[in-house]
C-alpha cells in the first residue's frame, strides 16, 4: 500500500508539472521590414566676411597672404569646393584654399594673393568671392 500511495503521489506530481509545461499556447512568429533614405546635406561656413589688404608697397607686383580666413565644411557626403571672383580687380586675386573636395567634415584655411599689380591703375578695388560646396 505504501508503494502504491508513493506511486501515485509522483503520478501527481508529475501530472502538476508536467501538463502546463506541455499545454504552452501555441505560438507565432513574423518579421517587418525597416526601410529609411538619409538624405546628403551640406553646411558651409566662412570665419571672416571681409578683409582688406595692407597698404602695399609702390612697385610691387604680388603680394601674399595665408591664413585669411577659414574654411568649414559639414556633410555626410563628399563635396567638392566652387570658387566664383567677381568685381573690378578680379583678375587680379588668388583664391587658395587648402583643400577643394573631400568627404565629410572639413576645416582649413584659405589664402589670398595679389597678382599683376603693376598692370593695375591706382586706385581702391573691390571683389566679392563666393564659396560654393557642392555634396556629391
Given at each position: 500500500?505504501?508503494?502504491?500511495?508513493?506511486?501515485?503521489?509522483?503520478?501527481?506530481?508529475?501530472?502538476?508539472?508536467?501538463?502546463p509545461a506541455a499545454a504552452q499556447k501555441p505560438r507565432a512568429?513574423?518579421?517587418?521590414?525597416?526601410?529609411?533614405?538619409?538624405?546628403?546635406?551640406?553646411?558651409l561656413?566662412?570665419?571672416?566676411?571681409?578683409y582688406t589688404f595692407p597698404e602695399l608697397q609702390p612697385g610691387i607686383d604680388e603680394f601674399f597672404v595665408d591664413d585669411v580666413l577659414s574654411l568649414c565644411i559639414n556633410t555626410n557626403a563628399s563635396w567638392s569646393l566652387a570658387i566664383t571672383v567677381k568685381g573690378d580687380g578680379a583678375d587680379h586675386l588668388?583664391?587658395?584654399?587648402?583643400?577643394?573636395?573631400?568627404?565629410?567634415?572639413?576645416y582649413f584655411p584659405v589664402d589670398y594673393k595679389l597678382i599683376h599689380l603693376?598692370?593695375?591703375a591706382p586706385g581702391t578695388y573691390n571683389v566679392t568671392v563666393i564659396y560654393t560646396v557642392t555634396a556629391e
Amino acid at each position: 500500500m505504501r508503494k502504491l500511495l508513493i506511486g501515485l503521489t509522483v503520478l501527481v506530481l508529475g501530472v502538476a508539472f508536467v501538463l502546463p509545461a506541455a499545454a504552452q499556447k501555441p505560438r507565432a512568429a513574423a518579421e517587418s521590414r525597416v526601410i529609411w533614405t538619409v538624405p546628403a546635406f551640406v553646411e558651409l561656413k566662412v570665419t571672416e566676411d571681409s578683409y582688406t589688404f595692407p597698404e602695399l608697397q609702390p612697385g610691387i607686383d604680388e603680394f601674399f597672404v595665408d591664413d585669411v580666413l577659414s574654411l568649414c565644411i559639414n556633410t555626410n557626403a563628399s563635396w567638392s569646393l566652387a570658387i566664383t571672383v567677381k568685381g573690378d580687380g578680379a583678375d587680379h586675386l588668388l583664391v587658395l584654399p587648402a583643400k577643394t573636395s573631400g568627404r565629410g567634415y572639413a576645416y582649413f584655411p584659405v589664402d589670398y594673393k595679389l597678382i599683376h599689380l603693376r598692370d593695375m591703375a591706382p586706385g581702391t578695388y573691390n571683389v566679392t568671392v563666393i564659396y560654393t560646396v557642392t555634396a556629391e
